[in-house]
C-alpha cells in the first residue's frame, strides 16, 4: 500500500512540477551534466533560489551513480536518525551539482547581431558603430564644357545635376567639391596656368546647401583637363580619412590634356589605405575618350557612365539613387533575416538547455524516491517520518528548482526575442529614413 502511495506521488510530483516540459517525461540516466567549469567560486546562486537546499554534487550523482553502493551507503543510516539526517544522506550521495546551469543562465548572451554600415556610400545605422562617408566631386571646367548639347550648355547642366545629387545626400555625410581646368583658357600660351587650376572649391565637410551651391556657380569652363591632377589632390584631401568610406565622382566631357595618368592615379587612390572608389561621368564624349575614363573608373574600382544631354545625366543620377534605394531595401532585408535566424538559434538554445536542466531535475528526484523506497521497504524505516521529513523536503526543492528553471528559460527567451525585434525595427526605419531622402 506505501509502495502504491509513494509510486502515485511521484507521478503527480512529475506531473505537476513538469507540465510545461510535456516532451520529456522520461529521466535520462545516461545524461551527464554538463560541467561548464570547475570554479564554482563565482556563480551566485539565483536570487529565485535563495533558500532552497544546494548542496555540492553528491558522491554519486550524475553518471557516477551506482545503486549496489548506494544501497550500501543507506545500510550505514542508523534506525533512529531523524529526517534531516536521512535527507542529508540523501544530498551526500545523489545530489546534483546546478551550478553549471546557473553559471549558464547568468551568462547568456542575448544580443542578435551587429549591423553592417549602410550601403553605396550612405550614412551608416549606429549599431554598434557609425563609419563616417566621404564624397568628393570633381567637375570638368575645361574650355569643351562650353559647349552645347541637347538641353544647354555642358556646364550649366553639369551643375544642375551637381546640386541636385549633392542635395539629396543623407544627413552626415561629409562633400568636398573641386573644380580643374577653370583658369586661363584653352590656347597653349595658357596651357601652363590651365593644367594648374586645380581647387578645392567647398572643402570636405557638413553639407550646406546655400555655401555649397555659391562655391558651384562661381567658376565658368576655359581651359585644358588636368583629369589626373585632380584625382591626386582628392587623394591629398582624403590622406587622414582610411577609417572612412571615400567615394569619388568625376564628372568631365574630355581626357586628360595636361600630360598625367588618370588611370595610374585612379588605381592608385583605391589600392591606398583610403581605398577610394572612383566613379567618372563622361559628358558628351566621343568613343576614344571613353575607354580613356572608362579605364581610369576600373582601375578606381568603380564605374563608367557616358551621358549626352541634360536629360541622360539627370538619369545618371536618378539611377544612382535608385541604385542607392534597392541597395538599402536588401541591406535591411539580410539584417531582418539574420536577425531572425540568430534570434531563433539562441531561442533554441536556450529550450535545449531548459529541458537538459529539467531531466536532471527528474533523475535526482527518481533516485531520492528510490532510496526513500528502500528504506521503508528494506530496512523498516517509518513511512510517516520518510514522507514528512524526506519526501516533502526534497520534492519542495525539485519544485523550486523546475519553477526557476522554467523562469529563467522563458526570460532569456523573451529578451532574445525583443533584441531581435528590436534591430528588425531599428534596419526597417533607417532604410526608409535613408530611401526617404533620395527622392
Known sequence: MRNKLLLCLLIVGLLISGCSHSSSTQP?????????????ENVKVPEELKGVPLPPAGKYSGEKYNWAKVKQELDKIPKNADGKTILNKF?????????PYFKYFQEFDTSIIKVDKGPGGM????????????IVILVDS???????????????????????FAKQMPDGANVSLTVYGHKGSNNEKDKAVSCNS???????????????????????????????????LAKQQLANQSKAENIIYVVSDGVETCGGDPVRVAKDLHT??????????????????????????QAGGGKYSSVNSKVDLEDYFAKERGRLYDAWSRWAGEHYDKASDVSNKKYKELEKKSVEMYKITERETIRFYHMEEYLEKERGFEFRLLY??????????????????????NKLQKVVLEEANKIQKEVLNKANEEQDKLY
Open 28 to 40: 535520462t540516466e545516461k545524461k551527464q551534466v554538463n560541467n561548464e567549469s570547475k570554479d564554482k
Open 91 to 99: 544530498y551526500e550521495l545523489a545530489a546534483e551539482d546546478y551550478t
Open 123 to 134: 550614412k551608416s545605422l549606429k549599431l554598434p558603430e557609425e563609419k563616417p562617408v566621404n
Open 142 to 164: 575645361s574650355g569643351s564644357m562650353a559647349a552645347k548639347v541637347s538641353g544647354g550648355q555642358k556646364m550649366d547642366l553639369a551643375k544642375q545635376a551637381v546640386k541636385s
Open 198 to 232: 586645380i581647387e578645392e572649391v567647398y572643402p570636405l565637410g557638413a553639407y550646406d546647401e546655400s555655401k555649397f551651391n555659391y562655391a558651384l556657380n562661381k567658376f565658368q569652363p576655359t581651359g585644358y583637363t588636368p583629369l589626373a591632377g585632380a584625382m591626386k
Open 272 to 297: 591606398s589605405n583610403i581605398k577610394a572608389v572612383v566613379n567618372i561621368i563622361g559628358f558628351d564624349i566621343d568613343d576614344a575618350g571613353q575607354k580613356a575614363l572608362e579605364a581610369a573608373a
Open 388 to 409: 514528512d521529513h524526506v519526501d516533502q523536503k526534497f520534492r519542495e526543492r525539485a519544485n523550486h528548482i523546475h519553477d526557476y528553471n522554467l523562469y529563467i528559460a
